[in-house]
C-alpha cells in the first residue's frame, strides 16, 4: 500500500512538472507572438510611406523617407529576428549609409 502511493506522488510530481513546463513554454510562445505583431505595425506603416512615394518622378524629400522607412524596417527585422533567436548573418545595410543621413 505504502509502495503504491509512493510511486502514485512520484506520478503525479512527473504529471505536474510537465504541464507546468508545457505552460511555461506556451506563455514564452504567446509573449513572442504578441512582440511580432506589435511589430509587424511598424513594418506595415513604413511599407505605407514607400508605397505612397512609388512614383515615377521622385522628389529628395520623397527619396529621404523611403529610405528612412528601409532603414526603419531593417532595424524592426533585426529586432524581431533578435527576439525570436536567429542569430543568422543579416545583410549589413539595403540602403547606403551616405544615403542615409540625406
Known amino acids: 500500500m505504502l509502495a503504491g502511493a509512493a ?3 512520484a506520478v ?9 513546463d508545457i505552460q511555461e513554454r506556451y506563455q514564452a510562445m504567446l509573449g513572442r507572438l504578441r512582440r511580432i505583431a506589435e511589430l509587424n505595425h511598424h513594418i506595415r506603416n513604413a511599407l505605407q510611406v514607400i508605397a505612397y512615394h512609388n512614383v515615377p518622378e521622385r522628389n529628395e524629400r520623397a527619396i529621404q523617407q523611403v529610405n ?14 533578435a527576439a525570436l533567436g536567429d542569430h ?7 540602403v547606403p549609409i551616405e544615403r542615409r543621413n540625406g
Not at 68 to 81: F, K, N, T
Open 12 to 20: 503525479g510530481l512527473l504529471v505536474f512538472q510537465i504541464l507546468t
Open 68 to 81: 528612412a522607412e528601409v532603414v526603419r524596417i531593417e532595424s524592426v527585422l533585426r529586432e524581431v529576428s
Open 7 to 9: 510511486v502514485a506522488l
Open 88 to 94: 543568422a548573418d543579416l545583410p549589413v545595410a539595403i
